[in-house]
């Protein structure tokens, strides 16, 4: 075998691995980053992100051809006619749906950072315990306060803006001047905090666009297009943030097109050696050897990998002795409720703010809040807004005056349920299909179960509740779920865990089987919570590669 080029593989260039990136390349280590997709360079590639819908060939929205080429990707907010580079082709890139699961996936140096949702928030022990607590899936192997300096740590780097609350549930962080409710906002906040006595709140959302600047990056120019790719680098992403800080140490090389077949495992040595890739321009195959491996190829992603990983030591997949990679499969799930407000019609909103509300988790947080019927809870998203009134119809200069005007304040919410890792929600390798570069494609078999579906219940009932109590009118809310993956908040297939009978990772996120192989993306959760997850993994990475490299220092890993 030939002589080992790197110190640190790392799969992966999203957020995760981007972080991962980041910390392993500024303690000295030499860092190969591998990504499947094409390289993206921050800014120059960010074509048509400052022209206005009416100076693009389809006023910003996508055709008929987009819908045919991407049914799965062309459905979510973010994709439109600038956006839609940054996501994937659906046909060029299948999966099977052994159950309905919309997989969104964007291939390219940077991966999803460039069109996630960048709302940031802390975990607490509400969620770190939470499986012990009720017995649904194994215990998590860290609580708040293994993880509470890192979230210190990663925050003022990515640069979140937020207020301080004081929220048990929602631990309040380093951050940035918060963003302002508006007035229809503010109302509503008032009337909630005055009604309930069980702690409920609305705030202002905790983002990662800077509302001042952070090192080289923003401010944020309140231009809320964000998933089109910012030239002004106001909000954080790994093509603006992580690869960079990366670049500086003279560590890093990333090599795009690499598509990760497999982890290198050396039954003698005990250890993975490096990753196997084919490269998506040439076909040919290609071996790169490290000391360490991150994988942080998205939770499906790592999935695939760990599965396609097999030899003598591990023929069901590489650290697989547990039989848990692939399974215990997780997404929020969400639905969306709005209505229509008659008052405040001489007020208006100022700029296009980037982020929304939060009406933080108030279920299932002490015994006043206790549910008998089911277990976990929800947080809504959302915010108001004034909108052209769509029921106008006409012809001409009267008709387009109309327009100009604004019609009714809205108010929405969208709630987001946590889901309960189910053994029986997993993915698998389809053998039988393979894809354009002869692997096989995943199989994906997902679906709410009963606690989802009464938990989903009370999450519409209670945002119902609290805008009629707001004045809200005309209130319109989903019946079900929208599909699990159309949230983009996929976790689990790789859980940490205590006991390496029941998991794949320990508390330092390093698989239980194959000591040099980390894994700090959404596949190492094992739970969802109900916030946004993103915030954890960077604060994971961060803390793992500062695990890894001192154990590679003492010789324990290389």
Request: charged share 25%; hydrophobic share 30%.
């Amino acid at each position: 075998m030939a002589a080992t080029p790197y110190d640190a593989i790392v799969i992966g260039s999203g957020i995760s691995g981007g972080w991962a990136a980041k910390e392993l390349c500024e303690k000295g280590l030499k860092t190969l980053v591998l990504e499947r997709g094409r390289p993206i360079t921050h800014i120059k590639d960010y074509t048509d992100s400052t022209k206005d819908p009416w100076e693009l060939p389809h006023r910003g929205s996508t055709t008929n051809e987009d819908a045919f080429n991407s049914p799965i990707q062309s459905q979510k907010g973010a994709y439109n006619e600038v956006s839609k580079k940054f996501f994937v082709n659906d046909r060029q890139n299948p999966y099977v749906q052994v159950k309905p699961f919309d997989w969104i996936r964007g291939y390219q140096v940077g991966g999803r950072s460039l069109i996630w949702g960048r709302q940031c928030y802390r975990w607490s022990d509400l969620d770190f315990e939470a499986n012990a607590r009720d017995g649904h899936g194994v215990d998590w192997p860290i609580r708040y306060k293994d993880i509470e300096r890192w979230y210190d740590y990663v925050e003022p780097f990515v640069g979140i803006s937020g207020s301080m609350e004081g929220l048990p549930q929602l631990p309040d962080g380093k951050f940035l001047p918060p963003m302002e409710l508006n007035c229809m906002e503010k109302e509503v906040a008032e009337r909630i905090k005055n009604h309930y006595t069980d702690g409920r709140r609305l705030i202002i959302g905790r983002t990662a666009n800077h509302t001042a600047r952070v090192g080289d990056r923003g401010p944020c120019q309140f231009r809320d297009r964000c998933n089109q790719g910012c030239v002004y680098s106001g909000y954080f992403s790994s093509n603006a943030a992580t690869l960079p800080a990366a670049v500086k140490t003279g560590n890093l090389t990333i090599r795009p097109f690499s598509i990760v077949q497999e982890i290198i495992y050396d039954k003698d040595k005990q250890k993975a050696t490096g990753v196997r890739v084919v490269d998506a321009e040439t076909l040919q195959t290609h071996e790169f050897y490290s000391k360490i491996i991150f994988l942080n190829a998205s939770t499906l992603g790592t999935a695939f990998v760990l599965l396609n990983s097999v030899s003598d030591a591990f023929p069901d997949g590489l650290g697989n002795s547990s039989g848990q990679i692939g399974h215990n499969l997780m997404d929020h799930h969400d639905g969306d409720i709005k209505g229509h407000y008659e008052g405040l019609k001489d007020r208006y909103i100022y700029g296009r703010r980037p982020t929304g509300i939060i009406i933080p988790r108030f279920r299932n947080i002490n015994e006043q809040t206790r549910r008998k019927d089911y277990v976990r809870g929800f947080q809504y998203l959302g915010g108001a807004g004034r909108d052209v009134d769509s029921h106008i119809d006409g012809i001409g200069p009267e008709f387009k005056e109309q327009l100009t005007e604004p019609g009714d304040w809205t108010m929405r919410l969208e709630g987001y349920g946590e889901t309960l890792p189910y053994y029986e929600n997993k993915v698998s390798l389809n053998k039988d299909q393979k894809d354009a570069f002869g692997l096989p494609v995943l199989n994906i078999d997902c679906e709410w179960k009963e606690n989802e579906k009464i938990m989903f219940k009370d999450m519409m009932d209670s945002a119902a509740e609290m805008l009629e109590l707001s004045g809200v009118k005309n209130i319109r809310h989903q019946d079900r779920a929208d599909t699990p993956g159309n949230h983009v908040h996929e976790m689990g297939t790789a859980r940490m865990g205590r006991d390496p009978k029941t998991s794949v990772l320990n508390e330092w996120n390093q698989m239980h089987d194959v000591k040099n192989v980390f894994i700090t993306d959404g596949a190492c959760m094992t739970s969802s919570a109900c916030q946004n997850p993103s915030l954890t993994y960077m604060a994971l990475t961060a803390r793992a590669a500062d695990y890894a490299v001192k154990e590679l220092k003492k010789g324990n890993l290389g």
